[in-house]
């Protein structure tokens, strides 16, 4: 009897095992790293460049981030990017993550970024007060290697405390930039951290990182201010900056000497040591007798004998009446 129970025990076990394994669960991604297409960037690079690869998003509790990668055509190690922290109310399966440092971009974490981002580099932070459309900014640079210039860009977007009062104006927006190119200059590179475009937000009226909006001049529309139009590129525009051209060699001269160049001498002609000789005008009177002295006397002629060719009539033999000689 108890043998009979263990097989039936047996028995309903596998059966239970083979449904399970015919159950259509699938394969779940977890939350980690999720790779977007260029288009789905919360942030762009300015026009022309440099060229957007692919965005690797990352969601938190309280924030979302993207590095957006470049294309890099520099000799220095290193992936070019541009990083966006946004941090605001996330999405509700958003909220059982873990949450991102909301920590200020202090200088003893941006040294360890830019000793991360630039091995082996010597990078040097500018002690320039720098400002683009959303505020202050800073920035490292550096010669990579070969011909590479390298630039480490730093932003932190926030409204002023001030405008936070009452639950308005919250949010903020970290950006960082690392950019290594070839053959151009620093200024070349800081034009990307002045026309860098953030295209994410939250749908939330309290989210506003910008501020209050900028009230416009008093004096426009107004009779006795003039506005003229604006000579010239404003600086920092993208496709403004010139890239460094590669230098040029400079081809060897060949030296020619006189030992290898033969100098041909071409005769100059004899100066004539004959007097110039004076020819009269026509209408001059002729003179009888007398001989200018300075005239030559003519060649003297010499005597020829005079040959008569006959007539052909001569050679016929008619001569009819003429004589032949």
């Known amino acids: 009897m108890s043998n009979t129970a263990t097989a039936i025990a047996l028995a309903c076990g596998v059966a239970l095992t083979l449904s399970g394994c015919n159950t259509p669960a699938g394969v779940q991604q977890s939350g980690g790293p ?26 938190y509790a309280n924030a979302v981030q993207q590095d ?21 109310p996330q999405k509700a399966e958003d909220t059982g993550r873990g949450g991102l440092s909301e920590s200020s971009l202090r200088v003893s974490s941006i040294s360890r970024e830019i000793r991360s981002a630039f091995p082996g580099v010597a990078m040097a932070t500018s002690a320039e007060y720098l400002q683009n ?16 210039a390298c630039i480490y860009g730093w932003q932190q977007i926030r409204s002023p405390e001030d405008a936070r009062q009452g639950f308005k104006n919250l949010g903020r927006i970290n950006v960082t930039l690392r950019l290594c ?3 151009v200059t620093v200024r070349y590179l800081l034009s990307v951290m002045y026309n860098y475009t953030i295209t994410g937000n939250y749908l939330s009226s309290d989210w506003n990182p910008y501020g209050i909006a900028q009230d416009p001049d008093k004096g426009l529309g107004r009779p006795g201010n003039p506005i003229y139009p604006v000579s010239g590129a404003a600086p920092m525009q993208p496709g403004t900056q010139t890239p460094v051209a ?6 060897p001269r060949t030296v020619v000497t006189a030992a290898t160049v033969p100098v041909v001498v071409q005769p100059q002609p004899a100066a004539s040591t ?3 000789v ?8 002729r003179a009888s007798g007398s001989r200018p002295a300075d005239v030559p006397p003519p060649a003297r002629r010499i ?15 008619q001569t009819s009446g003429q004589t032949c000689n």
């Open 34 to 59: 999720k790779m977007l297409a260029p288009e789905e960037a919360l942030i762009f690079p300015p026009p022309g460049g440099p060229e957007v690869l692919t965005v690797i998003n990352r969601n």
């Open 303 to 317: 005597e020829t004998k005079r040959v008569a060719i006959p007539s052909p009539a001569c050679v016929a033999g």
């Open 246 to 251: 590669a230098p040029v060699l400079a081809r």
């Open 274 to 276: 004959r007097p110039a």
């Open 133 to 148: 459309n959303y505020g202050a900014f800073s920035y490292a640079s550096g010669r990579g290697y070969g011909n590479d």
């Open 278 to 285: 004076l020819i009269p005008s026509p209408t001059a009177p």
């Open 68 to 88: 957006v990668i470049l294309r890099s055509d520099a000799a220095t190690p290193g992936q070019n990017y541009l990083k966006v922290q946004l941090f605001g």
């Open 181 to 183: 190119q070839s053959g």
